[in-house]
């Protein structure tokens, strides 16, 4: 029987059989090279807005039907690095009166330990720092002076963003002198430049023998002028998909760890804008490593994409008296990175006369509690850490 079988194999008809087999496969390999190629081409190309095309402030982010394939980053082995960000800083107003009255420091003086430890320590800077410039014809202005850039680096914040709506408050010149005083005082910054090139490179640090990406971009801005172009000082805007998706991805192909810094949403609200979800999952399909958002003077939720973090808003950090009682609410977040994974660990403060001032742990559970209703598929355990539910 066996000896016919293997004749059986060697008629016609079994050769014919096997000939359609051999054709089926190759066109399958075939269309799978071709997808493959497909896939590579999405991820040099990301639509561009046309020519003298606008985004309204108040439009999504711009629609896309390209598919971004997540980087596969290859981490060798390191110690943890810790990263703190925290929300709004403004160094005017109340806050600008209460420096004068106590010192550079006072601000921080509450939290600039939390600062300390960290490897990296990042702040969103919401304000010019200059003593020049016209004021913007906005319903809110801030421009701090210069000597309370000190504060920053003396209790321990490393680097700022400054792609939000207010560091051109005071028009280029004080922009650009926010730059030169932040220099001089051997702060980092992102967001903001010069130029467009300038205002969307990341900040660079390494740390344990890895370099970690910092990128900051706005997604509120009160006008195209505010944007930075090609020879215009300004700010990294988010309203389109480029230039910002470039520079994003030139920040992630140079760093072990990059992390977006980002100015969104509406004030005053619990819950982040459906143009922002997408953002952030664009952000970590693109090898992003975390996103932290600012801007709402609320604190929002978070999700996990990717297991990667996405923190909408952290509220205000140091900053004026609020009649609203969300607006006292702040968040520290902690990052870990190690070895390739992130993790997430959230302290709670309350702005107390332009403070940040950590709490008890009944303050804190309340924090820890309303952030499990209002995030996505995220847990917040009794320590602050944050997992999948």
């Known amino acids: 029987m066996i ?7 060697r008629t016609p008809y079994y050769w014919g059989m096997a000939g359609v087999l051999v054709l089926v496969f190759a066109m399958a390999v075939q269309s799978s090279y071709v997808l493959d190629a497909k896939d590579k081409e999405r991820l040099q190309s990301i639509t561009t807005p046309a020519a003298g095309k ?5 439009s999504g982010v711009e629609k896309t039907s390209k598919v971004f394939s997540t980087p596969i980053k290859k981490v060798t082995k390191h110690e943890p690095i810790t990263l703190t960000f925290t929300g709004d800083v403004l160094l005017d107003k109340s806050v600008g009166e209460a420096i004068k009255k106590y010192g550079v420091d006072y601000p921080f003086a509450k939290v600039a330990s939390l600062y300390k430890q960290a490897d990296i320590a990042a702040v969103n800077l919401e304000t010019s720092v200059s003593t020049r410039g016209s004021a913007a014809n906005k319903q809110f202005t801030f421009r701090s002076r210069p000597e309370t850039v000190k504060g920053l680096s003396r209790n321990g914040v490393d680097v700022v963003s400054l792609a939000n709506n207010h560091a051109n408050d005071y028009g280029h010149v004080a922009l650009l002198d926010t730059i030169g005083y932040l220099d001089k005082a051997g702060i980092g910054h992102t967001g903001a430049g010069k130029d467009e090139k300038s205002a969307y490179s990341a900040y660079y640090n390494t740390v344990k023998g890895k370099r970690i990406a910092i990128l900051g971009i706005s997604r509120v801005l009160p006008e195209v002028s505010w944007y930075a172009g090609k020879n215009r000082p300004g700010i990294a805007q988010g309203y389109t998909t480029q230039p910002m998706m470039s520079y994003v991805k030139t920040a992630v192909k140079n760093s072990d760890y ?25 952000f970590v399909d693109a090898g992003v490593d975390a996103v932290i958002g600012s801007h709402s003077h609320t604190i929002m939720g978070m999700e996990l994409q990717q297991k990667k973090p996405i923190l909408y808003s952290l509220g205000n950090h140091v900053f004026t008296n609020s009649s609203d009682p969300r607006g006292k609410e702040s968040l520290i977040v902690k990052l870990t990175l190690d070895n390739g994974k992130v993790s997430t660990q959230i302290i709670p403060a309350k702005i107390s006369n332009g403070q940040p001032r950590l709490m008890d742990k009944s303050y804190n559970q309340s924090i820890y509690n309303k952030l499990n209703r209002i995030s996505y598929g995220v847990r917040i355990n009794r320590a602050g850490v944050a997992s999948s539910r």
């Open 3 to 9: 000896e016919n079988y293997r004749y059986k194999k």
């Open 54 to 58: 606008v985004a309204s402030v108040h």
């Open 258 to 282: 990059t992390i977006i810094m980002i100015h969104w949403n509406r004030e005053r609200q619990d819950y982040p804008e459906s143009y922002a979800r997408q953002m952030g999952k664009m």
